[in-house]
């Protein structure tokens, strides 16, 4: 039956999510879902994360503009919540930090004037939840990580062999393919990653019973100071993104509001490395050859 | 224009095409001042134009004429000779066509992409589909028609006739519906009838039997009886469909209903999900119900009713998703009572102090929001209808060595 289907929330650590600079749609249409291909070859429109809230701050000038760091053991992600996200600004303006929440929200993509690429999650949900949820949540993400890496290993070499006349059919066609294609990735660098938060996970565990967890903030929060250094660039681009979605979300536009956001998709394209002919080509050959 | 026509040409050398400089002119030019499309569509589209021209010969001298019986392994480019046996309603957008087509030797399912641009398939009638591609699928062939195959129709009926008889329906139960392509016969009740906005559907909805119940969709060109709710019917020769792991069943032109003398029970199967609870819906908390039909008002309105004097009544619509799969489901009065801690008459406390019903779907997220629970219940259509349901158990140091040995194992 065709019609609406509610895009799954995926499980990535923030180290991983970090690493992701790659970012498409299925069909060449300014409504399709946009896709971030994760290097384990996660493709999510949504992602759902557990983790300490380590700042939040209102960065917006007229309105409200919320930005929170949420801190897992790999490392740390940046959530914004805005006018266009009232109940999750509204929740993370309320949370006093540090504390464990959950985020439900869309990783967005922003390329820097230095061409960094830098990922952020726009909250649709945000929600204070306990330190058990959070354990759930590391054990949840190794085990779906893991799941991820066995297939890269099993998958056939990057540029497999397809039996057919097509030229355009030797491009990858899964996820998987794509990911190592593009990312090049090294499984031992993300089972590392795994073990890492596992180990994280296995130490908390030994210090004992529930009664650890400013403490466990605060020593996410010496770790995610290593890591993260500009947040004030990705202000900038997510309040893009936000006005963004806003004039996506207004169902009668302006031919002008039209041609804006038009150039504000079209931005995210550029990241993939492709050509835009290219990029459609893929697209055709990932529809030839899908199961359906 | 020059620079296009120099670009477009570059690249076409790149694939060892030759095209006359005319030829790509002619056709941009059309683009660009006939129908004022900006230069670099226009650059893709006649780039892709010469390329899918090029594509077509490439592929033209590699398919192969063959019998449905024959096509056993994927990517094969062949040619076929098929009647429309069966045409289902696409999974998406993508796909322009879905159906079964067949030959004396067996039927095969085809696909026909929405891009092909190719003409729709008439059930019944015969064509020639050539340059398609082969496709496999949990074991069972497909065929694909993209943009390269060709469909012509044939002036002579292909003879399919074999193959309907040689696979004659087989009674089955709901529970044991497993595949989508299978001709089966039900006994079952009508749970329930949904408005359909689609005309080419007359009837859809609900059925089900002891063992579960699935949604069934009955074609307007079937010309069949009209289904009446609660009422229980022998549905013969009906086709199952699949789309994202839920079947249902569709009823076409070659099935057969007859009302049943006695009542079919409907019972359910119960299934288990455990995921994180990631989106509470609209519709949560403290509703309003129709006291005739119980369905939930809108506004005070019953879509069936009418205006009406609701009653009021405690539910969470929610949905759990554990990174591969999302479900839809729905908690009754009882057990969000005890689930969240608020009878039905401190909510409606609640909501009269503040004069606001959402504050008590605020205090459902709350305290259920982005965390891990295992339900278990009947499922009935896209919802599990809760029954049992537990936040999951505390991760402890075992869970964790566990799966650092698979990690490490690997």
């Known amino acids: 039956m065709a019609g609406f289907s509610r895009e799954v929330a995926r499980r990535i650590f923030a180290e991983e999510l970090r690493n992701s600079n790659r ?21 999510c429109n949504r992602v759902f994360m557990v983790g300490a809230l380590t700042e939040r701050d209102n960065i917006g000038s007229d309105t409200e503009y919320w930005r929170g760091r949420v801190v897992d053991p790999t490392g740390s992600i940046l959530v914004y919540a805005g006018q266009y996200q009232p109940e999750a600004a509204q929740k993370l303006a309320s949370i006093e930090t540090p504390a464990f929440v959950a985020v439900v929200g869309k990783p967005n993509l922003y390329q820097t004037e230095d061409g960094n690429v830098i990922i952020s999650l726009r909250a649709e949900a945000i929600q204070r939840v306990d330190e058990a949820t959070r354990d759930r949540w590391i054990l949840d993400t190794a085990r779906r990580t893991q799941e991820r ?21 030797s491009l990858p066609s899964t996820d998987v393919d794509q990911a190592k ?22 130490m908390d565990l030994d210090r004992g019973p529930r009664t650890r967890s400013d403490e466990a903030a605060m020593h996410d929060v010496n770790k995610a100071d290593a890591v993260e250094p500009d947040a004030s660039a990705i202000d900038a681009a997510t309040k893009d993104a936000s006005h963004q979605a806003k004039v996506k979300l207004e169902p009668k536009q302006e031919t002008t509001k039209k041609n804006r956001s038009k150039t504000t998709a079209s931005k995210e394209t550029p990241l993939s490395g492709f050509s835009g002919r290219e990029e459609q080509d893929e697209v055709e050959t990932i529809s030839v050859f899908k199961k359906s | 224009m020059k620079e296009l026509v120099d670009q477009i040409k570059t690249r076409l050398m790149d694939q060892n095409i030759e095209v006359p400089e005319e030829d790509i002119v002619a056709r941009l030019k059309k683009l660009v001042e006939d129908f004022h499309v900006p230069e670099a569509e226009a650059r893709r589209s006649v780039l892709n134009y010469f390329l899918k021209e090029h594509g077509v010969v490439l592929v ?10 024959e096509i056993s392994e994927p990517n094969r480019w062949v040619d076929l000779d098929v009647k429309v046996l069966a045409l289902w309603e696409p999974a998406s957008d993508a796909i322009s066509q879905t159906g079964l087509v067949g030959d004396s030797t067996g039927t095969i399912k085809f696909v026909k992409w929405s891009k092909s641009g190719l ?12 340059r398609v591609v082969t496709d496999e699928y949990q074991g069972k062939p497909s065929v694909k028609l993209n943009r390269t195959s060709q469909v012509v129709e044939l002036d002579h009926d292909v003879d399919a006739t074999a193959v309907i008889r040689s696979g004659p329906a087989e009674d089955n139960k709901i529970a044991d519906i497993s595949e989508a392509g299978h001709w089966v016969n039900l006994k079952t009740k009508v749970v329930q009838l ?16 002891e063992t579960g119940s699935l949604k069934f969709v009955k074609w307007a060109k079937a010309d069949l009886p009209e289904l009446i709710e609660g009422k229980s019917y022998s549905l013969q020769n009906v086709v199952t469909d699949e789309y994202q792991g839920r079947f249902s069943v569709k009823l076409n032109r070659t099935s057969k209903i007859e009302e049943l003398d006695f009542d079919v029970e409907v019972g359910s199967q119960s299934v288990d999900f455990t995921g ?15 006291p005739i039909c119980r369905r939930s008002l809108a506004k005070g309105i019953c879509g069936e009713h009418g205006k009406v004097d609701g009653t009021y009544d405690l539910r969470i619509k929610a949905v759990l998703d554990d990174g591969r799969r999302v479900q839809d489901i729905i908690i009754n009065r009882e057990t ?31 305290r259920l929001l982005g965390r891990y629970y295992t339900v278990t219940g009947p499922r009935v259509d896209r919802y599990i209808l809760v029954e049992i349901i537990n936040e999951t158990p505390v991760v402890v140091a075992r869970d964790v060595d566990e799966l650092i040995r698979l990690v490490e194992v690997d």
């Open chain 2, 119 to 130: 003409p729709d398939l008439v059930e019944g009638r015969s064509y020639s589909i050539k």
């Open chain 2, 60 to 69: 033209r001298a590699s398919s192969e004429p063959v019998k449905v019986s």
């Open chain 2, 194 to 209: 949904w408005d359909s906005n689609n005309e080419t559907i007359s009837q859809s909805g609900l059925v089900g039997d």
């Open chain 1, 23 to 43: 970012s498409f749609r299925d069909v060449e249409d300014q409504y399709a879902p946009s896709y971030l291909l994760t290097p384990t070859g996660a493709k």
């Open chain 1, 149 to 169: 890496l066995k297939a890269l290993e099993s998958a056939s070499p990057v540029l497999a062999e397809f039996s057919t006349a097509d030229k355009a059919a």
């Open chain 2, 336 to 366: 969000t009572e005890r689930l969240v801690g608020l009878t039905l008459e401190e909510a409606k406390k609640m909501a009269m102090d503040t004069l606001d019903h959402e504050v008590v779907r605020a205090m459902i997220e709350e």
């Open chain 1, 181 to 202: 294609q593009h990312y090049n990735t090294d499984v031992k660098q993300y089972r590392q990653v795994v073990m890492r938060a596992l180990a994280s996970l296995r």
């Open chain 2, 276 to 290: 994180a609870m990631v989106d509470i819906q609209k519709g949560s908390g403290l509703i309003k119900r129709c």
